[in-house]
């Protein structure tokens, strides 16, 4: 019985003779005010965020997924590792919009980063580009993923890019792993 | 011979012609619309669909319109953000003596109304639920930023397309040149 009528509870909204954008909005609404219903919160108001906790139990499912993906990857069973990666990236950007976006930015950049990764050791250069890409461009600090995308762009050939990738990371606020960077750029140096 | 009304005729057209050059001057001088200074950003349909759901006659629950005020300000901070840039730009050209007083005029008008709009916003938003005007603002940031997170996703398929068209095109070149290379190493061992 209770499921039921809390289930008829998201209420919705429709208007007559709207323009596309405004249509667009009402969807915008309908589907907003649905999470929130869903929710429950006290006002049907996103709460502010230093006082209310944001949704660990999600963050908790996206990490384990994330575990288990880099099992996977360690087994060397790519393909698995990388479903796994891509079912993890669309739970973490499921989260609702109102809740912290450092939490969204670090999720989804680690997810892009190590399905770029798999995509390295299956071979599928354009896909870990443009994982890198997306990554970076999300996450400018995050350095796994400037070495991912210099690895890829050395993997089509593009050596000219791939230095500028390594230098642009060596510079760019790098939290912990320069170093895979700083050797990385040994090695191009000591080619010529 | 002269006619009499020679003159007359003169300063008629005379006085006929200031007349209409000054209407016209007032005409293109004066801004005729209210929001005109809205039309920089385009029409605001978040707004409007807001007043709309506002007026409606059996009126609609409270959830609803809460959802509607919070689009309704995540779109003012949009504006807000890009006067934020522009004015930047706008400096540097006044600096430059590039730009005349009307713009600037403009533009100043602009930020007032988005001023006034925003704290009608926080009104409202208080006079709904007490308290919260402390973090609408705050919750709308959060969510122009996750909408910023999955529009850089979404863009990865584009992305995609074109870096494995250069790929395919760079990599028959490649693959080319290798098969050229280990044909002569055969040729001088054959040769050997």
């Given amino acids: ?192 | 011979m002269v006619s009499i009304y020679a003159p007359l005729i003169y300063v008629a057209v005379l006085i006929g012609a200031m007349y209409g050059v000054s209407v016209f001057v007032r005409k293109s001088r004066s801004i005729p619309n209210e929001f005109v200074s809205e039309e920089w950003f385009g029409k605001n349909y978040a707004r409007s669909y807001f007043f709309q759901l506002l007026q409606q006659n059996p009126p609609v629950s409270d959830t609803i319109i809460k959802a509607g005020l919070v689009l309704r300000a995540t779109e003012a901070l949009r504006q807000l953000m890009r006067l934020k840039s522009s004015r930047m730009a706008l400096n540097v050209l006044l600096n430059r003596g590039g730009v005349g007083d009307d713009l600037v005029r403009k533009f100043s008008r602009l930020e007032k109304e988005t001023e006034l709009e925003l704290m009608d916003i926080a009104r409202t938003a208080n006079s709904l639920q007490p308290g919260w005007n402390q973090f609408i603002f705050q919750s709308c940031s959060e969510i122009i930023e996750n909408e910023k997170i999955l529009q850089q996703v979404d863009e990865i398929p584009k992305d995609l397309e074109k870096i494995s068209n250069r790929w395919s095109s760079e990599k028959q070149l490649y693959e080319d040149a290798e098969n050229e290379r280990r044909l002569e190493a055969q040729k001088d061992l054959g040769v050997l």
């Fill in chain 1, 1 to 192: 019985m209770a499921p039921r009528t809390e289930q008829l509870e998201a209420p919705q909204v429709k208007l007559e003779n709207l323009t596309e954008e405004e249509q667009f909005i009402q969807e915008k609404l309908n589907s907003y005010a649905r999470s929130i219903s869903t929710f429950k919160y006290p006002f049907a108001i996103p709460p502010p965020f230093p006082p209310a906790k944001p949704n660990l139990a999600l963050s908790t499912q996206v990490n384990k997924m994330k575990q288990t993906a880099n099992e996977a990857f360690k087994r060397k069973r790519f393909e698995e590792a990388k479903k796994l990666y891509t079912l993890a990236l669309q739970l973490a950007l499921n989260r609702c919009s109102w809740e912290p976006a450092v939490l969204t930015r670090e999720e989804v950049s680690t997810m892009l980063c190590n399905r770029a990764a798999t995509e390295l050791s299956l071979s599928q250069f354009p896909e870990a580009l443009a994982d890198a890409n997306a990554s970076l461009k999300i996450r400018n600090n995050y350095g796994k993923c400037y070495y991912r995308k210099a690895k890829a762009l050395e993997a089509m050939h593009r050596m000219d890019e791939a230095k500028q990738v390594v230098r642009d990371g060596l510079v760019l606020a790098e939290p912990i792993t320069r170093n895979e960077l700083v050797s990385l750029w040994a090695t191009y140096t000591k080619e010529n």
